[in-house]
């Protein structure tokens, strides 16, 4: 067994990692899915988009995130009552 954890300063860019994959696979597959005329080639088309999206989110995230956690700094208590 691993008893081994990942140091914290990575903790950000897994963090974006690991949702921007996830993200990226919902959103495309769902749009693939409405938008494809042919349900046959759904797959090979859900990948490529995946496959274009996931860097996109990725990025996104990693640029997008710190601004949104300071924002919601600003409406949420820093401490549960």
Same mark, same amino acid.
């Given at each position: *067994?691993?008893?081994?954890? /990942? #140091? =914290?300063?990575?903790?950000? *860019? =897994?963090? $974006?990692? !690991? *949702? +921007?994959?996830?993200?990226?696979?919902? !959103? +495309?597959? /769902?749009? /693939?899915? =409405?938008? +494809?005329? +042919?349900?046959?080639?759904?797959?090979?088309? @859900? =990948?490529?988009?995946?496959?274009?999206? @996931? #860097?996109? !989110?990725?990025? $996104?995230?990693?640029?997008?995130a710190p601004m949104v956690n300071k924002l919601l700094n600003v409406f949420v208590? $820093?401490?549960?009552?």
């Amino acid at each position: *067994m691993l008893n081994q954890k /990942i #140091p =914290l300063r990575f903790r950000t *860019m =897994l963090f $974006a990692l !690991v *949702m +921007s994959c996830n993200t990226a696979l919902i !959103v +495309s597959g /769902i749009i /693939i899915y =409405l938008h +494809s005329a +042919s349900k046959e080639h759904y797959i090979r088309q @859900w =990948l490529g988009a995946f496959i274009t999206a @996931w #860097p996109i !989110v990725f990025i $996104a995230i990693l640029l997008i995130a710190p601004m949104v956690n300071k924002l919601l700094n600003v409406f949420v208590e $820093a401490t549960e009552n």
